[in-house]
């Protein structure tokens, strides 16, 4: 069964970058990932889909300053410029071909400072 | 514009039903496949269903299956979450999603709603 592994909490200052990273179990380097970003009390929105060779298509309305990229088991999430609004929580998902269904990382807390 | 409007949730005992609606609109509904995801309060995201597009087939977490039965009615462009047999632990936030299905086993949720609140407690 594929596992997500998210770092809890990362910082970063106004106007800085920040790189989330989402890190595949063993055995499963070679599964696409999705990011989503949840502000506090509102539904998640889907920003992207990372395959393991880096490339990505984005949700709609995606501003530029959100990419993805990808090395190996880990998937990356690289937002630019951060604005207030993107303090929020992050989480990454894949499905498992095992069949036990779509599963999700634990979440990243991301503080705009 | 796409929106999903759930409803349905509230307060009911353990052993209780309940049965959570999503209204879809900005879209052709008929042509998604649909999802649930629930947020347990303070926890993360887990997928709890799909359904494909025709409602030819549902897919379920292992801690639901035999208690939860997903729906998609077309024609009123509306998704369901028939839950029997509620537990304490399906205590959660409730999401409608618009699945972005490229193959199996490459599965999205490119829309969500704001969610209904579930809670199951005596």
């Known amino acids: 069964q594929v596992v997500l592994t998210q770092s809890p909490a990362a910082s970063a200052s106004l106007g800085a970058s920040v790189k989330l990273t989402c890190t595949l179990s063993?055995?499963?380097?070679?599964?696409?990932i999705g990011w989503y970003q949840q502000q506090p009390e509102k539904g998640p929105r889907f920003l992207m889909k990372?395959?393991?060779?880096?490339?990505?298509i984005k949700g709609d309305g995606i501003p530029d300053r959100f990419s993805g990229s990808s090395s190996g088991a880990e998937r990356y999430l690289t937002i630019s410029s951060l604005q207030s609004e993107d303090e929020a929580e992050y989480y990454c998902q894949t499905w498992d071909t095992g069949g036990t269904g779509g599963v999700f990382g634990g979440g990243t807390k991301l503080t705009v400072l | 514009e796409v929106q999903l409007v759930e409803s349905g949730g509230g307060l009911v005992q353990p052993g209780g039903s309940l049965r959570l609606s999503c209204a879809a609109s900005?879209?052709?509904?008929?042509?998604?496949?649909m999802s649930w995801v629930r947020q347990a309060p303070g926890k993360g995201l887990e997928w709890v269903a799909n359904i494909r597009q025709d409602a030819s087939g549902e897919y379920y977490v292992d801690s639901v299956k035999g208690r939860f039965t997903i729906s998609k009615d077309n024609a009123k462009n509306s998704l369901y979450l028939q839950m029997n047999s509620l537990r304490a632990e399906d205590t959660a936030v409730y999401h409608c999603a618009r699945g972005l299905f490229y193959s199996n086993y490459d599965y999205y949720f490119d829309y969500w709603g704001q969610g209904t609140p579930v809670t199951v407690s005596s």
């Open positions: 990372i395959n393991s060779d880096g490339s990505h």
């Open positions: 063993s055995g499963h380097s070679s599964n696409a």
């Open positions: 900005g879209f052709t509904f008929s042509n998604y496949w």
